[in-house]
């Protein structure tokens, strides 16, 4: 009997040493699985942020490109506000000028034609 329970113990535990190497096996195909899974995904993200990248450089150019025209064009239209406002303002200093002149001259006469 103990050699009957020697021979079966012997068996279990050969076929236990059995089973933890296919196990340690299947683990490993899994890990190498995984790891070539994780692979893939890292280099597909990176091509999904390359491309949202992309996308964002070309939309940010275009804003820029946007910005910069309506600045041009606002400068532009304030460029031509500030002439037009000198211009008036050049208008009415020299319509002052002119009046003042005038009435200077007009004292100058009076003054003249009592001496």
Do not use: W
Not at 85 to 91: A, H, Q, S, T, Y
């Amino acid at each position: 009997m103990a050699s009957i329970f020697a021979d079966a113990n012997d068996q279990a535990y050969s076929l236990r040493n059995q089973a933890d190497g296919e196990f340690e096996d299947v683990i490993a195909d899994h890990k190498l699985d995984v790891d070539t899974i994780k692979e893939d995904c890292i280099r597909e993200l990176g091509e999904v942020v390359d491309d949202k990248l992309c996308k964002f450089k070309e939309h940010t150019e275009e804003i820029v490109e946007t910005a910069v025209e309506e600045v041009g064009t606002k400068s532009g239209e304030i460029r031509d506000d500030i002439c037009d406002g000198l211009e008036d303002f050049v208008k009415m200093a020299s319509a002052s000028l002119k009046k003042l002149r005038e009435g200077k001259g007009h004292r100058n006469r009076m003054s003249t034609s009592q001496d």
